[in-house]
């Protein structure tokens, strides 16, 4: 079972899982609502299987125990939250199942994943840089490793300047778009034809959307988010609140999902980031009126 507050990290391992057992050794992927939708009768040529089960309602010891005696394998996913607190304590006390709990990272756990990463790539930077990377970093474990690769791809030039032009620390005034989002596409598109002229500019405009969209999913509830939206977002505030509220656990993770590949396509084809940006902020109103 898959559980926690830090989506990336929840979708990374789901990822891998899902490589292990599909690509690398041929299980079929399914996925259901919850249990009550899973058929124990593959068929012919479906033998082995690799089912996820986006909702652990209807989750207990004898669904478990039932399961137990099927050759598929399931990867549970659940929101933490303090109705799945018991399911993960059933999860927790098998010795056929495992829990893993994916929250963001601490400063001690970025300073291992930052210390590996500089062995592994034989790497040389200063006291000073390393310590403002641990500070200027992302929490979330894949937007961490993403931001690590973007910054050493230049190895022999990391300074304190080239880590805040690529992490966008500072957005400007694009972010402004973010609270258009609403608006009907002809509209976005005229802005964001008129205001994102180069690729500095969408790569400003792409970290702006990401820093609203974490604002948005790390939120606990309602009023944990209002207490954490900047002042000087006071007159926003009603916006953001009613965005959070169009929210839910499979938005959060599709919003999640778009940010990496996005980040992806942009390190991969910049010459092509203008109409990256577009499409990112066209998919991004998508899956929020959905």
């Known amino acids: 079972m898959l559980s926690g507050n830090e989506f990336t990290l929840i979708n990374k391992i789901k990822d ?3 490589y292990t057992y599909k690509d690398l050794r041929g299980y079929s992927l399914n996925k259901i609502e919850n249990l009550s939708s899973y058929n124990k009768n593959s068929g012919l040529f479906e033998d082995k299987r690799l089912i996820i089960v986006k909702n652990v309602n209807k989750t207990n010891d004898q669904t478990l125990e039932e399961l137990a005696e099927s050759d598929d394998i399931f990867i549970f996913i659940s929101e933490n939250t303090p109705k ?14 495992y829990l893993v709990d994916c ?24 006291s000073d840089i390393y310590w403002y990377l641990i500070d200027k970093l992302d929490n979330k474990y894949v937007f961490f490793e993403k931001q690590i690769e973007l910054i050493f791809s230049n190895k022999n030039n990391v ?6 032009s690529l992490l966008s620390l500072n957005t400007g005034g ?44 790390e939120s606990e509830n309602k009023d944990v988010l209002e207490k954490n939206i900047p002042k000087y977002l006071f007159k926003e505030k009603g ?9 839910n656990f499979k938005k959060k993770s599709f919003l999640l999902s778009l940010l990496f590949k996005t980040e992806r396509s942009l390190r991969s084809e910049s010459k092509l980031s203008l109409v990256i940006g577009l499409r990112f902020i066209l998919n991004f109103r998508k899956i929020i009126i959905s």
Do not use: A, W
């Not at 799945?84 to 199942?97: A, Y």
């Not at 300074?159 to 805040?164: F, Q």
């Open 16 to 18: 891998f899982l899902i």
């Open 84 to 97: 799945v607190k018991s399911v993960k304590t059933i999860f927790i006390k098998r010795e056929d199942s």
């Open 174 to 217: 694009v972010d402004k778009i973010f609270f258009d989002i609403l608006k009907d596409n002809k509209e976005i598109i005229n802005i964001y034809k008129n205001k994102i002229i180069d690729q500095s500019e969408m790569y400003k405009l792409f970290f702006s959307f990401k820093n609203f969209c974490l604002l948005l999913i």
């Open 239 to 247: 916006f953001l609140i009613g965005i959070y509220q169009k929210l």
């Open 159 to 164: 300074d304190i300047k080239l880590i805040n």
């Open 103 to 126: 929250y963001e990272l601490s400063v001690e756990n970025k300073k291992r994943i930052l210390n590996e990463y500089i062995s592994k790539k034989d790497l040389k930077i200063s």
